[in-house]
């Protein structure tokens, strides 16, 4: 908890001394958006602190390469996955309307290649010792990023897992909070508790 809570400050305050967290920024995200004609559009861009990403990548290749992988699994139509980078000729860019999908059939594709990119990310929560023996921590995870972390007194008994949220502070998730979360995961399992 020493460690998320560390980098949590970091990137609160941006030190100016302290680079080596600053670079663990991933570069590129799959975004979802909605075009004036009605149609849902998927693409690969540059990360953005303003527009939140269905999925982040490190590289622009692993990003072209998953909405490819979307494109052909869910018969999305190619006119509609947009890969940042320009294949066209300088100039006027022609665009084929010709033969377009149904709004509404293309529009459930987009949505199911939504949920299982969505689906992939797991969501869970680890218990562990606390400060003192009177409690005990927990760090949150939803959808596969870092959502918050506390303590939870012992004699507080809760059955829905949910309302374990009440005793958390919320942080912002960022790829190294993520990573060492699922790195202690993996060495932990037993502390581990699955939320799906």
């Known amino acids: 908890m020493a460690l998320l809570l560390e980098c949590s400050e970091i990137k609160k305050l941006w030190p100016i001394y302290n680079t080596a967290l600053k670079r663990f920024e991933p570069k590129y995200g799959l975004y979802e ?58 100039g006027v860019v022609v665009n084929d309307l010709s033969d377009l999908p149904l709004v509404e059939k293309h529009n459930q594709q987009v949505q199911q290649a ?28 939803q959808d596969g990023h870092f959502y918050g972390m506390g303590y939870i007194a012992n004699e507080v008994s809760v059955k829905d897992p949910e309302k374990m949220k009440d005793f958390l502070t919320r942080h912002k998730s960022n790829t190294y909070i993520t990573q060492l979360i ?15």
């Open 33 to 90: 958006y909605t075009a004036r004609n009605g149609y849902r559009y998927l693409a690969v861009g540059k990360v953005s602190k303003l527009k939140p990403c269905i999925e982040v990548f490190s590289t622009i290749n692993e990003g072209i390469s998953l909405l490819r992988n979307l494109q052909e699994q869910f018969a999305l139509d190619y006119r509609f996955c947009k890969y940042a980078v320009s294949t066209e000729s300088e």
């Open 114 to 141: 939504v949920d299982f990119v969505t689906e992939m990310k797991p969501s869970y929560y680890i218990l562990d010792k606390g400060r003192t023996k009177d409690e005990q921590s927990c760090i949150w995870v």
């Open 182 to 196: 699922s790195s202690f995961a993996t060495k932990n399992s037993g502390k581990v508790f699955n939320i799906k």
